[in-house]
Nanobody, 123 residues
Framework: VQLQASGGGLVQAGGSLRLSCTASGRTFNSLPMGWFRQAPGKEREFVSAIEGSGGSTSYADSVKGRFTISRDNAKNTVYLQMNSLKPEDTAVYYC?????????????????WGQGTQVTVSS
């Protein structure tokens, strides 16, 4: 599975961005997908996940109510809509694909990773 993330950029606090991640190489609708982020000097952390059918989602407490994960299986793409952005959301955001059923919070459940896209939120 190859993953290509895009949509990052520089935005002011309170603004919005939408990240996209397009997959190739495997039947997309069978893949649970996730978004993680890593800020400078910090460990990679879970942001959000969605199961293959899109029927179940999970969010980190820090982004609940502000971020929305979705997927379009016809386009082999998963999205992360980020609203009310805060400076602490600044990080490199990675999309990941796993194998199996459900939504996965642990990075170790994901076998495929995209290259990352930088999100910078200014105060």
């Amino acid at each position: 599975v190859q993953l290509q993330a895009s949509g990052g950029g520089l935005v002011q606090a309170g603004g919005s961005l939408r990240l996209s991640c397009t997959a190739s190489g495997r039947t997309f609708n069978s893949l649970p997908m996730g978004w993680f982020r890593q800020a400078p000097g910090k460990e990679r952390e879970f942001v959000s996940a969605i199961e293959g059918s899109g029927g179940s989602t999970s969010y980190a407490d820090s982004v609940k109510g502000r971020f929305t994960i979705s997927r379009d299986n016809a386009k082999n793409t998963v999205y992360l809509q980020m609203n009310s952005l805060k400076p602490e959301d600044t990080a490199v955001y990675y999309c990941a694909a796993g194998v199996g059923l459900g939504t996965f919070i642990k990075a170790s459940r994901y076998g495929y990773w995209g290259q990352g896209t930088q999100v910078t939120v200014s105060s």
